[in-house]
């Protein structure tokens, strides 16, 4: 059964960093793209983040560049999101999905890790 | 940036109707377009992929159609659990992106 588990959520003073984790399980980790979506309260889905299966590429939507890295470690199975210079618009839910299937949809989600940016 | 427009942003209907969201990229995404349901408190679901391909284990009355900028997800015999939000995501560019949103309520 696959199965991601977000962790390192949490309160952060605007300014501030944090670095969050998705740990997969019952899948080939190795194999498969990994992608950050958030959610902010009240509002709709919106994509963060994706990295390759290899860890050699990486992408971000224009929000977040330069602010936040992605990357991932296979023998460890778990990707991770690296959030510095943190603002209150970045108070969201973040939710780790495995990229797999034919035309590249988000198969699979965690339950998500709660961000609130406040002072 | 491909951008995706959903419509509309809310709809109320009655068990047993049959309802329609439409999807529309800025730029031609071929059939790279997905359907995702979110009901309150969980993480979104995958219903439809590549455009018109049933994910495993969601009911038949899900379905979904088009190619290039136009998708429609529709849902026949509206069942109660299906009151909930529905998204779509293009996933032809490399930066993927979601639609607004559609939130499905009882009437």
């Known amino acids: 059964e696959v199965q991601l588990v977000e962790s390192g959520g949490g309160l952060v003073q605007p300014g501030g960093s944090l670095r969050l984790s998705c740990a997969a399980s019952?899948?080939?980790?190795?194999?498969?793209?990994m992608h950050w979506v958030r959610q902010g309260p009240g509002k709709g889905l919106e994509w963060v983040s994706r990295?390759?299966?290899?860890?050699?590429?990486?992408y971000y939507a224009d929000s977040v560049k330069g602010r936040i890295t992605i990357s991932r470690d296979n023998a460890k199975n778990t990707v991770h999101l690296q959030m510095n210079s943190l603002r209150v618009e970045d108070t969201a839910i973040y939710y780790c999905?495995?990229?797999?299937?034919?035309?590249?949809?988000?198969?699979?989600w965690g339950q998500g890790t709660l961000v609130t940016v406040s002072s | 940036d491909i951008q995706m427009t959903q419509s509309p942003s809310s709809l109320s209907a009655s068990v047993g109707d049959r309802v329609t969201i439409t999807c529309r990229a800025s730029?031609?995404?071929?059939?790279?377009l997905s359907w995702y349901q979110q009901k309150p408190g969980k993480a979104p679901k995958l219903l439809i992929y590549?455009?018109?391909s049933l994910q495993s284990g969601v009911p038949s009355r899900f379905s979904g159609s088009g190619s290039g900028t136009d998708f429609t997800l529709t849902i026949t015999n509206i069942q109660p659990e299906d009151f909930a939000s529905y998204y779509c995501?293009?996933?032809?560019?490399?930066?993927?992106?979601f639609g607004q949103g559609t939130k499905l309520e009882i009437k």
């Open positions: 999905a495995r990229e797999g299937g034919r035309g590249y949809p988000l198969d699979y």
């Open positions: 019952g899948f080939t980790f190795s194999s498969n793209w």
């Open positions: 990295i390759s299966n290899d860890g050699s590429a990486t």
């Open positions: 730029q031609s995404i071929k059939t790279y």
């Open positions: 590549a455009a018109s």
């Open positions: 995501q293009q996933s032809y560019g490399v930066l993927y992106g």
